[in-house]
């Protein structure tokens, strides 16, 4: 090598020339996806989405609830029975049993319990049996404290059945003097 000559001092890696570099290509101006910048891209996308979805659901998730129940009203159901004899009691609460068990047979009558229902048009149902010693028992239900069904139940195993309409808006507030 003489003095006049020389090697290049280039710091591009051997085999690329200008515009060759697989991160970017300013020569260009065009950009090209590598595996790097499209996994990158893909956890920013994926970030956002989540982010997005977490506030859709802070803000709009926790009115729907509350807004559902106070749509729909509720009526107070008074259930009574009296008489002589050992009964089995069942009340029903719109699809399912009111009472915890399902059935109940009370250590003493008269027995009566008060439950706020829905007024979504399921009618307050009680069913009472007697036992194999028979004797005399009756079921009543009141509906916003007001009589709505009665029912006697006599015999060895009689059966007697309480049911009412069910109301589909909660009771007239009266107004105060």
Known sequence: MTPTESTPTSTQAD?????????????TGSWRPTPRRLLIGGIALLTVTAVVLILAVALFGQDEE?????KIPT??????VTGTAKVSVSVSKGSGPALRGGTLTPAQLPWTKHISMPADGTPPT?????GEKGGHAECTLRVHGRPASRS????????ATCSAPAPTTAPPVSPSP
Not at 75 to 80: H, I, N, P
């Open 75 to 80: 009526y107070d159901v008074t259930y009574t």
């Open 15 to 27: 085999g690329e020339g200008p515009g060759e570099h697989p991160e970017a290509d300013t020569s």
């Open 126 to 130: 009680m069913d009472i049996l007697l």
């Open 152 to 159: 006697v139940a006599e015999g060895t195993f009689g059966r």
């Open 66 to 70: 509350p807004e559902k129940a106070a």
